[in-house]
């Protein structure tokens, strides 16, 4: 179905469904998919997408990024937070002000240029690339 699409799409607001198994997370092959035809993805903080239980919090989150990186996506990953979509939020990720303890997580697993990326480098990276130029 990718190829359908005839450029790098992105899927917004979506985290791997072998880690958490809700319909709207996406499959190992579709991740594969995303990656391949150099989309992003996303990863999302809505609780449900994260662990079906609560309570959730960041290490749960990195789960879903370490899963798209085993998979060869660290230059695909993007933040779709939703804080403004949602009425129940992560235990430790409840609004932007705490964004931080996100990336002082990842610095604790990633390299700094790593954690750019998934703040904001592949993001800018593909708006740079896809969106016309004025």
């Known amino acids: 179905m990718c190829d359908l699409a005839g450029r790098p799409f992105i899927a917004s607001h979506s ?4 880690v958490c198994d809700h319909p709207r997370n996406l499959t ?4 594969r998919a995303i990656i391949a035809v150099d989309g992003r993805i996303g990863m999302t903080f ?18 879903h990024i370490e899963h798209v990186c085993a998979l060869g996506g660290d ?29 002082e997580a990842l610095l604790k697993r990633y390299s700094a240029e790593q954690t750019e990326r998934f703040f904001s480098g592949n993001a800018l990276r593909y708006l740079t690339a896809m969106l016309p130029a004025t």
Do not use: Y
């Open 15 to 18: 985290n791997a469904r072998s």
């Open 28 to 31: 190992d092959d579709q991740i």
């Open 46 to 63: 809505v609780p449900w997408f994260v662990r079906p239980v609560a309570p959730v919090t960041t290490d749960d989150l990195l789960r």
């Open 75 to 103: 230059r695909h990953i993007m933040l779709g937070s939703d804080f403004d979509g949602i009425d129940r939020h992560m235990e430790d990720l409840r609004s932007p002000e705490d964004v931080w303890r996100l990336k």
